[in-house]
């Protein structure tokens, strides 16, 4: 199945009405979107590219948007006064070709705890869809097919990638050990699924990845580590991919990316 199919029919199923994908080639800019003005205080949009074959990509960011819209209206309509929604939107790779664009939707919707999550969505710009994951990285059984919004997030349960994860996590000295101790129950082990979402992030020039699907008790166990080059190309990433995570950081300042 092709990428634009992929894509095209998440699509079509979030958004009723929604813009099929062109299926067109197109290599914009690095500097290619526009972020339209906030509808609410504290509430941020996705981007938008601009020029022509965009329609695919853009048709999701406006359903991703669209429904943490209805989902923050439902939220202060259970909460009331008390409620809150801060959704902060950022795009951790940006490159003539791929575009990851990362959002943080953290609120309270009344209830003991409040809830959040950060989600991270790669598109590759010149087919106007998710990437053919298959194609740039045969090797790391890596799935983006599903049914957005969620469902978009490339996802890998592959165990050589996992097994880098866990040491990664298990080596960070920024990560507290008594809360590392805390997650050994959900690093000990292979995942039964595609546990751990990855996108490309270009402030280290490598493939982020964070532990998905926990628990809300567990969130902080969701460490994010950024795989090297390097090691992409041990682990079987294509010169095609690699080639990109090279060349791409030095087009975008990534200084004031949240991490």
């Known amino acids: 199945m092709t990428g634009s199919k992929r894509l095209g029919a998440a699509a079509t199923t979030l958004l009723v009405g929604g813009v099929l994908m062109s299926g067109c080639v197109h290599s914009p800019s690095a500097t290619d979107m526009i972020w339209a003005p ?20 853009n048709s999701v960011l406006s359903g991703i948007d669209d429904q943490a819209l209805a989902s923050r209206t439902e939220c202060y309509a259970t909460a ?3 409620g809150s929604w801060i959704r902060t939107v950022w795009t951790p790779y940006v490159g003539p070709r791929f575009l990851t664009v990362a959002i943080s939707d953290q609120m309270y919707c009344g209830g003991a705890h409040p809830g959040g999550e950060v989600s991270y969505y790669t598109f590759d710009r010149r087919i106007d869809d998710v990437p053919d994951w298959a194609t740039l990285w045969p090797a790391a059984a890596i799935h983006a097919a599903g049914l957005p919004p ?28 008594e809360l590392r101790r805390a997650c050994d129950n959900h690093l000990g082990q292979q995942p039964a699924g595609d546990d751990l979402a990855i996108w490309l992030d270009g402030a280290t020039g490598g493939l982020g990845m964070k532990l998905v699907d926990l628990p809300h008790a567990a969130r902080a166990c969701g460490f994010v580590q950024v795989m090297p080059a390097a090691d992409m190309a041990r682990l079987g990433a294509s010169e095609e991919l690699l080639r990109e995570i090279r060349e791409a950081p030095a087009a975008f300042d990534y200084s004031e990316m949240p991490r």
Request: glycine share 14%; charged share 20%; no cysteine.
């Open 38 to 57: 906030p509808p609410h205080m504290d509430f941020a949009l996705a981007p938008r590219l601009t020029g022509a074959g965009a329609d695919g990509v």
């Open 80 to 82: 009331g006064p008390n």
């Open 150 to 177: 969620t469902g978009l997030q490339a996802r890998t349960g592959a165990p050589a990638i996992w097994g880098w994860y866990v040491e990664a996590v298990r080596r960070d000295p920024s990560i507290d050990p």
